[in-house]
């Protein structure tokens, strides 16, 4: 359901911060309000500061943070980058994905979890690495696997 | 009450250390929380304050308070500057990480912090751009473009506003320096900002944050608001990015600050000249910023007698991977790959063979062994048909499968390309569907239509697999030459090195016979 008036009022509390080249700015500001950039915001934010539509669909479709559906309960990013690979990354993914129940770059479809890729987060010494909810967990192993898939679940 | 030191950088963090924290804090010490030295073999890492000064301990777990309060724990180290991991670095940049509270004002004072500043403030900016060029200091980013001459450029061209941008867009594997000092020492950025605004009259500064790293867009927001006071007039704000890794190009990050697409600009104009809004912008790695406060505090002999060549001054190393002791390693340029993976590295982590070595991220080459002599130094890498970068190292064992390392650098090139140019854009996605012929050792048949008469440029024949790794290196040659900016024109890098010094994973052979004409 889009509650285009919290939306309005989230874009025009924004608006009283006077940021220049506020859309990424006002984009997050949304995500983390809404968990997703509704594409029922385009018009209002294209109004807001003063750009076409298509400017704005293009800035959201262009970067991969910008969601424009709700996330899953739980996200597990897991990174997928040379240095976790050379740690045995693709294997753990394997069976990240098994364990999950859904395939890297999905959500399930019960909306209880999703698998991510990212590309490196700098902890690269210590991988394969995930955040689990925006907790970093390193050195995922088989039980680290089953750790985090008992843990979405809850 | 006993004091304890432990970090709260987010690698000390994904293996543990709040429990560990927690744990002490719940036996009476008063828990201090620092950045990390950067060895993760050893975090999380306490150390615990006597009379002897900070007793170092690690791993611990949170099972292990007794035991090292007691001053018993087989992890014992001892002074972390004895550890055989410190023993040799040369830390300018990282002086500070791992030993002070990164928010804390009292103790970045304390430890020499706003010293360049000061002395900046008492100069003329002619005279600090006149110092970060004497230092030698050259841009830690990637090109290695020396950052005084940037300067310089700035200063000279007059306008109403000009800006400090930093690039904290660290996208690359094996790369975490940018990290850990902004998590660990993020006043030290701030004071070289600060010091770059002085030098070429800018009032603003950016720092563009890749979403990717939390904890650091946390520390720098909470300690940009802590010193305001002291770099006014001067100031500065955190913008994040939004996971795209082309952003990392300056031009391309200018224009995700201004509320864009992150596509890459053509050069010229300079952003030295036409940068964020049109105006002259200082667009420095956070590395290259970090390093000036210690240029202008200490002189910019004292940085540019450490180096080698024309590579003046230290290198913070990342080594990372498939490796025992993995981590920030800053030493002066000139040491050899082969030092810093078999003994700082010790090796890899898997205890097989070493393979290859990836060095500056996923546009970097893949080197093997035999070329361990290598010495750390711009000019010496580029010989090798390599670069430096953001100074990363990705070790492999001889478990990798090379042709599948150079497919997945095609697919990430695929994956991240703004779409300005067509060679990065398409040829990318061409790159992948040859690989996986050459690998698959299936060439490339003779379509129905390539075998009609009227079509007169096609191939009418199966291409050979000599053919096809030949076509691949006709590939890589129009990314190199024919893309804007390093996404595709340094995708080549790994894909040739990889071909170049492990054809033996590209398989050989032809599988198929040549199509009769
Ligand atoms: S090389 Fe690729 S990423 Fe760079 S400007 Fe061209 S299309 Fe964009
Ligand atoms: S490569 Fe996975 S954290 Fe850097």
């Known amino acids: 359901m889009t509650d285009i008036a919290g939306i309005q009022t989230a874009i025009d509390r924004f608006m009283q911060s006077d940021t220049r080249g506020a859309l990424l700015p006002l984009l997050h500001a949304l995500q983390e309000e809404f968990g997703h950039v509704d594409p029922a915001a385009v018009p209002p934010i294209a109004d807001a500061l003063n750009l076409s539509r298509a400017e704005v669909h293009g800035v959201i479709s262009f970067y991969h943070d910008f969601r424009t559906e709700a996330p899953a309960r739980h996200v597990v990013k897991l990174c997928r980058a040379e240095s976790c690979q050379s740690r045995g990354g693709a294997a753990i993914e394997a069976q990240l994905s098994h364990q999950l129940g859904v395939a890297m770059g999905h959500a399930r479809k019960d909306g209880q979890v999703a698998l991510e890729p990212v590309y490196c987060l700098g902890l690269c010494a210590i991988g394969p690495n995930a955040l689990v909810d925006d907790r970093p967990v390193a050195r995922i192993d088989s039980a680290r696997v089953v750790a985090i898939a008992s843990e979405v679940e809850a | ?517």
């Open chain 2, 1 to 517: 009450m006993t004091r304890v030191f432990i970090s709260k950088d987010m690698a000390s963090l994904a293996l543990g250390a709040d429990a560990v924290a927690q744990a002490f804090a719940e036996a009476g010490c008063e828990v201090v929380r620092t950045g990390s030295y950067g060895l993760f073999a050893i975090e999380p890492l306490v150390e615990v304050e006597t009379d002897e000064g900070r007793v170092a301990y690690g791993p611990v777990g949170p099972d292990d308070v007794a035991a090292v309060l007691g001053g018993s724990h087989g992890a014992r180290i001892g002074a972390i500057g004895d550890h055989p991991f410190f023993a040799r670095q040369q830390r300018f940049t990282f002086a500070r990480c791992g030993v002070t509270d990164p928010l804390s004002l009292a103790d970045y004072t304390a430890h020499g912090g706003w010293k360049g500043l000061e002395a900046a403030i008492g100069l003329s900016p002619q005279d600090v751009v006149d110092a970060v060029k004497a230092s030698g200091l050259r841009g830690r980013g990637g090109a290695g473009f020396p950052t005084g001459i940037k300067w310089q450029t700035v200063l000279d061209t007059p306008a109403d506003e000009k800006f400090i941008v930093c690039n904290a867009d660290e996208g690359d594997s094996g790369t975490f320096a940018d990290r850990m000092l902004m998590e660990g020492d993020p006043y030290c950025l701030i004071e070289g900002m600060a010091i770059a605004g002085h030098a070429v009259g800018a009032g603003h500064g950016y720092i563009y944050i890749r979403s990717e790293y939390p904890f650091a867009i946390e520390a720098m927001r909470e300690a940009i608001a802590r010193s305001a006071g002291k770099i006014a007039p001067f100031t500065l704000e955190v913008r994040v990015g939004a996971g795209a890794y082309v952003c990392g190009e300056e031009t391309a990050l200018l224009d995700s600050i201004e509320g864009k697409r992150g596509q890459v600009r053509a050069k010229p104009p300079l952003p030295a000249i036409e940068g964020l809004w049109g105006k002259p912008t200082v667009i420095n790695n956070v590395l290259s910023l970090a390093a000036v406060p210690f240029i202008l505090a200490e002189g910019a002999q004292a940085y540019a007698d450490v180096g080698f060549g024309r590579s003046r001054g230290t290198m913070p190393i990342q080594i990372a991977g498939n490796v025992r002791n993995g981590g920030l390693y800053e030493v002066g340029f000139g040491v050899t790959l082969g030092e810093l993976v078999n003994e700082i590295g010790g090796g890899t982590a898997s205890g097989r063979p070493v393979r290859a070595v990836q060095v500056g991220g996923p546009l970097g080459a893949y080197f093997p062994p035999s070329m361990f002599h290598l010495p750390f130094d711009y000019e010496a890498f580029a010989q090798a048909g390599g670069l430096i970068g953001h100074a990363g190292i990705t070790v492999f064992d001889d478990s990798v499968d090379m042709a599948h390392m150079a497919r997945f650098a095609m697919e990430f090139c695929a994956v991240e390309s703004c779409g300005k140019c067509t060679p990065c854009r398409i040829g990318s996605t061409r790159g992948v569907e040859l690989i996986d012929r050459i690998v698959a050792k299936a060439p490339r048949a003779a379509g129905a239509l390539e075998t009609m008469p009227q079509i007169r440029n096609a191939s009418r024949s199966a291409r050979s697999h000599d053919q096809e790794v030949e076509l691949l290196r006709d590939l890589c040659d129009t990314m190199k030459h024919g893309s804007l900016c390093a996404l595709g024109g340094f995708t080549p890098y790994p894909v040739l090195s990889a071909l170049d010094h492990f054809p033996e994973d590209f398989g050989g052979g032809n599988a198929l016979p040549e199509a009769a004409e």
